[in-house]
């Protein structure tokens, strides 16, 4: 089945960098995007940015710029999220998500990365 | 502060029928459709509705979705204890450049 599986929790110092991986399986990864949305505890989602596998083009929010890289390699469907300069208020859970590229609707999410930043 | 504005509650009786609505402006709802999506306790979100008024395989048809203007409407009728959960909206924003959330919803179902 269609289905995207997210590394395991990670627990990162202030300042560190943290990498999450989304590996897809059951449908070709090049032929749709993949989007990072966050969620603090208790709190809403927040879109971080998107790549097309394909090209490996990316976007993302303003609120990131230059701290998020996001990366993927073909030969294992995997995407990458590299998040550096961490801070406590980067602590939530991570998910990647499916879209087809162009706008498309976010329609299959992985499990969730949990990624804590404390000292 | 989210880009796109929902009531952070809503409620109903089992049976009764629910709306959550979703503002927006001429940037983001007015110029792009809506998703919906159901995040149910400690799970990933689900997308619940897709191109104005499209559901996944899966979805029930109990839930549906209206747009107008710059603002959007989920709608759940006969509900049901299983459809307690949060909601969120989202759209592409032009201005942004990039997708923009609600706030979300959470759905007490008494």
């Known amino acids: 089945q269609v289905q995207l599986v997210q590394s395991g929790a990670e627990v990162k110092k202030p300042g560190a960098s943290v990498k999450v991986s989304c590996k897809a399986s059951?449908?070709?990864?090049?032929?749709?995007?993949i989007n990072w949305v966050r969620q603090a505890t208790g709190q809403g989602l927040e879109w971080m940015g998107w790549?097309?596998?394909?090209?490996?083009?990316?976007g993302h929010a303003q609120k990131f710029q230059g701290r998020v890289t996001m990366t993927r390699n073909t030969s294992i469907s995997t995407a990458y999220m590299e998040l550096s300069s961490l801070r406590s208020e980067d602590t939530a859970v991570y998910y990647c998500?499916?879209?087809?590229?162009?706008?498309?609707?976010?329609?299959?999410w992985g499990q969730g990365t949990m990624v804590t930043v404390s000292s | 502060q989210s880009v796109l504005t929902q009531p952070p509650s809503a409620s109903g009786t089992p049976g009764q029928r629910v709306t959550i609505s979703c503002s927006g402006s001429?940037?983001?709802?007015?110029?792009?459709?809506v998703n919906w999506f159901q995040q149910l306790p400690g799970t990933a979100p689900k997308l619940l509705i897709y191109?104005?008024?499209q559901r996944p395989s899966g979805v029930a048809d109990r839930f549906s979705g209206s747009e107008s203007g710059a603002s959007a409407s989920l709608a759940i009728s006969g509900l049901q204890s299983e459809d307690e959960a949060d909601y969120y909206c989202?759209?592409?924003?032009?201005?942004?450049?990039?997708?923009?959330f609600g706030g979300g919803t959470k759905l007490t179902v008494l």
């Open positions: 998500a499916r879209a087809k590229t162009g706008k498309g609707a976010f329609d299959i």
């Open positions: 059951g449908y070709t990864f090049t032929n749709y995007d």
């Open positions: 790549m097309n596998p394909n090209s490996g083009n990316t």
């Open positions: 001429s940037s983001n709802i007015g110029s792009n459709t």
């Open positions: 191109g104005i008024n």
């Open positions: 989202a759209a592409w924003d032009d201005s942004l450049n990039g997708w923009v």
